[in-house]
């Protein structure tokens, strides 16, 4: 008798990692019911043979129960994603009523409703902004900066309380950077830099930064659903990391194109990012954010298919080929 095919709900799925995700469990065989908060063209274009259902907006007051009946394991996408310069009067409360308050009912929902995985889209944020002697690991104690950050960590606090409760099996992904084709923030504004020919003052960065291409995101994602890993949280990423002039020649060799790297004292560029109101976007091409992944390749066996130089070509290639249209 053949095993019945595994139903899967993703929440966020017309979003820069949903849309990838339902294309690839269809094709990998699963039963794919995207939620996501109003009608999406894109998705139904991505990934047809993924089913659609229409939750709204994300918050304390969702109703799951629709969208989660029949279905045999979660992948929660869906969160107020990292703003920059964000203007709200309280960052904290906007990141909380999504990301914590619109996580609790989900989970409490699919437990009731017989889910029995749960697969949770957290961030390296949880464990802090930069590293300075050695990389992030799982066991290191959680020091989120900013209010993004706060806010999936208790977000991750909340889900771990609810599974212990009612024996939903939690697994929880930290990754770092996400970047692949159609890539936002400070890859994309790289991308456009290098692209226009700009002088980038970046040469003298000697840092290094751990990232993670879509694809492997997505692989690591695939791997926990096909291992039972209930309680456990996994870092990952491309497992090389790159200091910011290795990532800017990367895009470069993507888009045929030759970088204007100049040399600039790091120093000198916090003190600009300082007082042009970019200090965290400069510390981020700056300073250094390094992952130790080794866990869930010791203990699910995943290894990243794609380096990040292999990774941020096709990034690019994708980037030029959506310009020349």
């Given amino acids: 008798m053949n095993a019945p095919i595994p139903s899967v709900l993703v929440t966020g799925a017309s979003g820069f990692v949903g849309l990838r995700l339902c294309a690839r469990l269809a094709a990998a065989g699963y039963m794919v019911r995207a939620a996501v908060r109003r009608e999406s063209a894109a998705l139904a274009a991505f990934a047809p043979a993924a089913r659609i259902v229409r939750v709204g907006d994300i918050g304390p007051n969702t109703d799951w129960q629709a969208a989660l009946a029949g279905v045999d ?3 929660h996408l869906a969160a107020r994603a990292h703003v920059m310069r964000d ?23 699919a437990a009731a409703a017989g889910v029995s995985r749960l697969i949770y889209m957290s ?15 799982e066991s290191d104690p959680p020091a989120p900066v900013d209010a993004y950050g706060r806010s999936k960590w208790e977000a991750e606090q909340a889900l771990s309380r609810i599974a212990a409760e ?18 936002k923030g400070n890859v994309a504004r790289l991308l456009r830099w290098i692209e226009r020919g700009l002088p980038l003052p970046f040469a003298s960065i000697a840092n290094r930064r751990s ?18 890993a209930p309680g456990r949280t996994y870092l990952v990423s491309d497992a090389h990391d790159l200091s910011t002039p290795q990532l800017i020649r990367a895009l470069a060799r993507g888009l045929d194109k030759s970088p204007r790297l100049l040399a600039f004292p790091p120093l000198l560029l916090r003190l600009a990012g300082a007082c042009t109101g970019q200090l965290d976007a400069v510390g981020r091409l700056v300073g250094s954010l390094q992952i130790d992944a080794s866990r869930i390749g010791a203990e699910l066996g995943w290894r990243p298919a794609y380096d990040p130089e292999q990774g941020l070509i096709l990034t690019a290639k994708a980037y030029n080929a959506r310009i020349k249209l």
Wanted: no cysteine.
């Fill in 166 to 183: 009612t024996g939903l099996g939690l697994t929880v992904l930290r990754p770092p950077l996400i970047y692949g084709p159609g890539v």
């Fill in 123 to 137: 961030s390296i944020k949880v464990n802090g902004e930069a590293t300075v002697n050695a990389p992030f690991r």
């Fill in 211 to 228: 990232l993670i291409y879509l694809e492997n995101l997505i692989d690591a994602t695939l791997a926990v659903m096909r291992h039972p």
């Fill in 73 to 75: 394991m979660v992948v």
């Fill in 87 to 109: 203007s709200a009067s309280d960052p904290l409360a906007h990141y909380r009523r999504v990301n914590v308050a619109g996580s609790e009912p989900l989970a409490r929902a």
